[in-house]
């Protein structure tokens, strides 16, 4: 029984190192991504964790997890992030803002920079373009909707209906790589993300529309514990650096 004792101890602290190893799910809008990919695997090193990230929509990610999609960490909007704390969703508790973010406009790689300095100087680069790409409204994206909005109100919305590359999630401009737009407008932390797009700049700071992120732990993360320490360093100093490289700024 005493020769039993030393591998028996041994079997128990393999036992224990093994189940400290949690893989941590990550649903995040696309625009917050990069910050997830960038500071996961420092996290990873550090704890023996491993991250998964899975990006959609705000309006796909919401529709998901109502409908009921397990998850440990969720980054979305504020607003949406306290409809799900009230109802259990995520741990009302664990709520932290991160960052926020403006919409560009971006060109490929080389082409001509349109000048977006004024609402007018935009409005013409948005006439001016063969095809513009930015999200779906109907898919939920924040930017999408907002640009709807804003075409109508810079009585543009019919001539963007006949020239819109309607993107259903995902990195729009990419649309300029490919050569099926020639003008993007989107969150500028994703146009950042794309090899081969240029940021021409933001749009008027008179018609700028900011999106701010917060994250939270799930109601009923699997691994709830992993999920508040990563959530810690996406809200914490060592985060902005990063934020501000990918093309954010820090929550208000």
Do not use: W
Not at 16 to 34: E, Y
Not at 69 to 92: H, I, R
Not at 202 to 216: K, L
């Amino acid at each position: 029984m005493r020769n039993l004792r030393p591998a028996l101890l041994l079997c128990l602290l393999l036992s224990a190192l093994g189940a400290r190893a949690d893989t941590v799910k990550v649903l995040t809008s696309g625009a917050f991504k990069p910050i997830v990919l960038a500071l996961a695997p420092a996290f990873e090193a550090r704890t023996g964790n491993t991250v998964v990230v899975s990006n959609d929509t705000a309006g796909a990610l919401a529709k998901r997890v109502s409908e009921g999609e397990p998850f440990d960490l969720l980054v979305l909007t504020p607003a949406a992030l306290k409809v799900f704390g009230d109802d259990g969703k995520v741990a009302a508790d664990s709520i932290k803002p991160l960052a926020r973010v403006a919409i560009g406009v971006a060109v490929k790689q080389g082409a001509p920079r349109p000048e977006v300095g004024t609402v007018e100087q935009f409005r013409q680069a948005l006439l001016q373009a063969r095809k513009v790409a930015y999200i779906d409204p109907a898919a939920g994206g924040s930017s999408g909707i907002y640009l709807d909005g804003l075409f109508r109100r810079l009585g543009i919305a019919e001539q963007m209906r006949e020239k819109a590359v309607l993107v259903q999630g995902g990195l729009v401009a990419q649309k300029l790589v490919t050569g099926e737009a020639d003008l993007a407008v989107h969150q500028i932390s994703e146009i950042l993300a794309v090899t081969g797009a240029d940021l021409v700049g933001p749009i008027p700071e008179s018609v700028q529309n900011y999106t701010t992120y917060a994250g939270a732990v799930g109601g009923k993360a699997l691994h709830p514990e992993a999920a508040r320490e990563f959530l810690l360093l996406l809200s914490g100093e060592t985060a902005l650096p990063v934020i501000q490289e990918k093309g954010m700024y820090p929550a208000d």
